[in-house]
């Protein structure tokens, strides 16, 4: 009988053990796939860093050894692990593939009863690192006009673009305020990569002053996309950062003075209603396209009498000549009502029509570089996106939200057929370089 008991209890401690061991392999397989995984995207990230395959397959290796080091701390659960040398491969179209593996072994407890000495678990990730065409568009209106600002929106821009090759990724560069100006469009030809040190450059020498056309900003990124580059990579993004909701749209624009007649430029209001009855009051500037200052088409234009527009156009019109086969409406009734003729008799402009048509213009034109299968993410900053503001006092953050096309974002606008990007909010400076790093994580996750 004692020698059944005996027995019987060997069995229930190895089973004991086995439940025992079972259970803390499950824990350390689970951290060592959190720390592949991680450390599989940070070498994607890290890939782009050098001007050589071989500078940056070693970039990749460090990174990706450096997070999974943070990410499995020595000793966890008393196992003891390797991590073995990352693998990364070039390929001729562009792709970059690096592998990770792991292996963790940890002495076992009572399952030695069994025989079974050493627990061993191990893993593997790998992370495609695609060719990329990129549109990066930043804002650079009036309300970022502070010097801590202004250094943390070129130090955190600067950052962003160190995530890209500049040997195969294709970026074009381009700031907006009034207007839009290509700093550094894509290469002629369909070359691949890109001048990062013009850029930086560019970047840090950015002045902030205008108000905020966004669309334009917008037209401008779809066609540096679409008409630049004719031989298009497996991604297309379009990375949209800005601090505020659109007030201001640019089109030739009737106006009831014969000096100004049909002038193209910029119909400008402000975030806030102005003040007076049914809010129409006549909004400010008309500008040339592409002209940051507030510098007006012609001295006979600057008067209020003179600056009066009879209507607005049907269509956005900028570019029409470039582009006739896409049409943006600008007097609408969905999603917000923008009437064509201006308050009566003396049609002056409405500033509900200009702030709606602003905001329209933005929706539609990000709806459509989607539907040509552009994904656009966005970033937001500061406290000016989460109050509402213009005239349906709108959260400028759901119009981002919009153009992304984040599920979180308001329902009108939400299209899941079409490619899902990525919002990311920024409420202080400090909180710029991780959502830019976000974006770049998310953009090196996508695969065709």
Known sequence: MSIIVAGALALLLAVLGLALDAGRGYMIKAKLDAAVDGAAIAAGQSVTRGTNQTTQTASAQQAAKAFFAANFPPGYL??????????????????????????????????????????????????????????????????????????????????????????????????????????VPFKAGNARGFDRTAMTNTINGYSFSGNTNSSEALWNARWQLNHVITQPSSLRVIVFFSDGAPNSFSSTIPQTSSACTSNTGTLTSSDDPPGGPNQNDNPGGLYRLGVQTSQSISSSCTSST???????????????????????????????????????????????????????????????????????????????????????????????????????????????????????????????????????????????
């Open 78 to 183: 008393g196992s003891s692990v390797t991590l073995a040398t990352p693998s990364v491969a070039f390929a001729t179209d562009g792709t970059v593939t690096i592998g990770i593996a792991a292996q963790a072994e940890v002495p076992t407890t009572l399952t030695q009863l069994l025989g079974f000495n050493v627990l061993k678990v191990a893993t593997t990730s790998e992370s495609v690192r695609r060719d990329l065409d990129m549109a990066f568009v930043v804002d650079t209106t009036t309300s970022m006009n502070s010097t801590s600002v202004q250094k943390a929106v070129r130090t955190s821009s600067v950052d962003f673009l160190n995530n890209f090759d500049v040997t195969s990724d294709r970026v074009a560069l381009m700031h907006f305020a009034t207007g839009t100006v290509v700093d």
């Open 306 to 448: 003179a600056a009066m527009v009879d209507r607005l156009p049907d269509n956005y019109n900028a570019h029409a000549a470039s582009e006739p086969s896409v049409t943006f409406p600008v007097v609408t009734n969905s999603p917000r009502v923008v009437t064509k003729d201006m308050n009566g008799a003396s049609y002056q402009v409405r500033y509900q029509n200009v702030n709606r048509a602003s905001r329209n213009l933005l929706e539609a034109m990000a709806a459509q570089a989607r539907a040509e299968g552009i994904f656009v993410f966005a970033l937001g900053y500061g406290p000016l996106l989460t109050v509402g503001k213009g005239a349906d006092n709108e959260k400028g953050e759901d119009i981002l939200k919009c153009i992304a096309n984040v599920a979180d974002g308001p329902s009108r606008c939400y299209n899941p057929k079409q490619p899902v990007g990525v919002y990311c909010y920024a409420a202080t400076t400090d909180d710029l370089k991780p959502c830019y790093s976000q974006l770049a994580s998310a953009i090196l996750r996508i695969s065709k």
